[in-house]
């Protein structure tokens, strides 16, 4: 495993599916803003329908991580 390295992925559609499921009751507009976030992030080293799963988390904790 020399060299490899793990990099975990998320189907776009599965996070965007997150999004609501997590933010639809928590924000005023239901996490709109954090939909056009995952739908406008760069695609994973595996395809279009791909997105890297340590830039999705990162864009979970945004709302917390501004209210502290």
Known sequence: MSGDTLRPDITRAG???AVH???ER???DGGED???KVRSM???DKG???V???EFIEIL???WTAVR
């Open 15 to 17: 996070a965007l599916s």
């Open 61 to 63: 904790i945004e709302p």
């Open 21 to 23: 499921s997590i933010f």
């Open 52 to 54: 890297d799963l340590d």
């Open 34 to 36: 954090y939909v056009i």
């Open 42 to 44: 760069p695609h994973s």
């Open 48 to 50: 279009q329908r791909f």
């Open 26 to 28: 928590w924000l005023p």
